[in-house]
């Protein structure tokens, strides 16, 4: 198992710009969420997923658009790109925490580090 | 306004030394997960702690979840270098909407 692939790596984009970072999983898992880490903030929570169909904004969505179309993507759209943007972005999934035994415990890939300039 | 309060924010301490990072909220969680980030790679799951005043213990390093179940602590015995890296606290926030939020954790560097 490949885990949760994350691509690009790393990306610059000038103000304006429109890119996809993309997330595959292949563990099967329902749940899906995109955060953001910035220096010293911790991660924040962009969008996430219930199931394939299903999106729902988190903490900080304004920028951002996602689509669910099946279990295993959840690519993320970052439109008209700003300096604020500047992040590092982790995709990561979990079993539904619903499931018995589980807690919602998230699995992430290693992470796209996005430069706006 | 941050759910999950992490402290200390920075720690420095020498190899050999016993420490402890806490995380606290005013909000009841139904469990918390403790995670480690290590420069250049996504955060990766220690532990879960899922009943109120339960200890789990992974190796030298000791959570514990509070009896109200809003708060934990992460004790490392005779820590290590190895064990330096990012610290972070996160559980599934309060209302049961399936988000699972973090607090800003806790930046660990073990001196040898």
Redesign the interface.
């Given at each position: 198992n490949a885990g949760?692939t994350q691509t690009p790596k790393f990306r610059i984009l000038k103000i304006g710009q429109s890119m996809t970072l993309q997330c595959a999983q292949d563990m099967n898992h329902n749940?899906m969420?995109w955060?953001r880490q910035d220096p010293?903030?911790?991660?924040?929570?962009i969008y996430?997923s219930?199931g394939a169909g299903i999106t729902?904004k988190?903490?900080v969505p304004n920028g951002y658009n996602v689509s669910r179309s099946t279990t295993e993507d959840f690519p993320l759209r970052l439109e008209l790109a700003a300096p604020s943007q500047t992040s590092v972005y982790?995709c990561?999934s979990?079993v539904s925490?619903i499931v018995r035994g589980y807690?919602?415990?998230?699995?992430?890939?290693?992470?796209s580090r996005l430069t706006v300039l | 306004t941050q759910l999950l309060e992490q402290s200390p924010q920075f720690l420095s301490i020498q190899e050999g030394e016993n420490l402890t990072v806490y995380c606290n909220s005013s909000s009841v969680f139904s469990s918390l997960q403790w995670y480690r980030q290590e420069p250049g790679e996504g955060p990766v799951l220690l532990v879960t702690v899922v009943t109120g005043g339960e200890v789990k213990k992974l190796k030298r390093l000791t959570f514990q979840f509070g009896d109200a179940r809003k708060d934990s602590s992460l004790h490392i015995t005779a820590a290590q270098p190895g064990d330096t890296g990012l610290y972070l606290c996160a559980g599934e926030a309060p209302g049961r909407d399936d988000k699972i939020i973090f607090g800003k954790g806790t930046r660990l560097h073990i001196l040898p």
């Open positions: 949760v749940y969420y955060y010293g903030m911790g991660l924040k929570l996430y219930v729902d988190g903490e982790f990561a979990s925490p807690h919602g415990e998230l699995f992430f890939g290693e992470g | -």
